[in-house]
T-cell receptor
Framework: GEDVEQSLFLSVREGDSSVINCTYTDSSSTYLYWYKQEPGAGLQLLTYIFSNMDMKQDQRLTVLLNKKDKHLSLRIADTQTGDSAIYFCAETKAAGNKLTFGGGTRVLVKP | DVKVTQSSRYLVKRTGEKVFLECVQDMDHENMFWYRQDPGLGLRLIYFSYDVKMKEKGDIPEGYSVSREKKERFSLILESASTNQTSMYLC????????????FGSGTRLTVV
């Protein structure tokens, strides 16, 4: 079955770059997503990437996909205290289908 | 503003009670999902539905059932609540083809005592 894994915790200083990593096992994953969850809130879609892409950039966010190694990363440039949250990667075989999530990475931004 | 609304933000129920968690979306989405979220385990899929009156088991359906009588409403039912069902429950919806992505509700934190 599908499996998505992330490291549990990341601490970063304000202004530095953050890199959150994710690995997945299902080679048929077609869409890969990054979600952000702030305390007491639901999930907010940050960005997504199709499996036929290597990279996607959206303002401070850069997503890198290594399909051969089944590795996905999210880089946040110039990390701010408002970026402190839990970040989830998720994958699906087809848009609209069920999402499989990783365990989430808690990012703490220190001033 | 498009929304997925979960009826309760916090719930406390007793062991053995029948519990209904309601989710309503106003976006005319065909697909709806129920997840539970536990620390370190991420979100795990309980049940999902691709159409009215249709339902499919997710990864952890045991102890749960669902109902989808109307397109906009997807209910999660705990037939006999147990303490190991204490969790955060999140509802999500999307169009059949996934366009515009998935929208999540704010969650219901359920405590079973």
């Amino acid at each position: 079955g599908e499996d998505v894994e992330q490291s549990l915790f990341l601490s970063v200083r304000e202004g530095d770059s953050s890199v959150i990593n994710c690995t997945y096992t299902d080679s048929s994953s077609t869409y890969l997503y990054w979600y952000k969850q702030e305390p007491g809130a639901g999930l907010q879609l940050l960005t997504y990437i199709f499996s036929n892409m290597d990279m996607k950039q959206d303002q401070r966010l850069t997503v890198l996909l290594n399909k051969k190694d089944k590795h996905l990363s999210l880089r946040i440039a110039d990390t701010q205290t408002g970026d402190s949250a839990i970040y989830f990667c998720a994958e699906t075989k087809a848009a609209g289908n069920k999402l499989t999530f990783g365990g989430g990475t808690r990012v703490l931004v220190k001033p | 503003d498009v929304k997925v609304t979960q009826s309760s933000r916090y719930l406390v129920k007793r062991t053995g009670e029948k519990v209904f968690l309601e989710c309503v979306q106003d976006m005319d989405h065909e697909n709806m999902f129920w997840y539970r979220q536990d620390p370190g385990l991420g979100l795990r899929l309980i049940y999902f539905s691709y159409d009215v009156k249709m339902k499919e088991k997710g990864d952890i359906p045991e102890g749960y059932s669902v109902s989808r009588e109307k397109k906009e409403r997807f209910s999660l039912i705990l037939e006999s609540a147990s303490t190991n069902q204490t969790s955060m429950y999140l509802c999500a919806s999307t169009f059949r083809d996934g366009r515009y992505g998935y929208t999540f509700g704010s969650g219901t934190r359920l405590t079973v005592v």
